[in-house]
């Protein structure tokens, strides 16, 4: 039988960037506070104000003495460069 575990969500504004031209990527890495101290769900998102084409992508975690989360911020849009935003979301501990 499947197990039904409700989480809740915390979410925080996390920083801004840019200006990111088209085809280019920003790589950021963040450690401490919630990040990593449990198993979690984790939901990334940016955006930016001109309709470009802007997304998360390659998030990776690595674990040991110093947690760290990695991930990159693309723009694949044309046009002008861009400058962005972004949140991070987190979810209760997951203990199952």
């Not at 039988?1 to 989480?7: A, F, G, N, S």
């Not at 979690?40 to 998030?59: K, T, W």
């Not at 990695?70 to 203990?95: C, K, L, M, Q, R």
């Amino acid at each position: 039988m499947v197990q039904v575990v409700p989480l809740n969500w915390v979410g925080s504004f996390c920083n801004f960037g840019g200006p990111l031209a088209p085809g280019e990527t920003d790589r950021w890495w963040a450690a401490g506070g919630e990040w990593g101290r449990e198993n979690r769900l984790y939901l990334f998102s940016a955006f930016c104000d001109n309709g470009s084409e802007i997304a998360v992508r390659n998030i990776a975690h690595y674990r040991g003495g110093h947690d760290e989360t990695h991930f990159e911020i693309h723009n694949s849009g044309a046009g002008e460069p861009v400058y962005y935003y972004f949140y991070i979301a987190w979810s209760d501990p997951i203990t199952v």
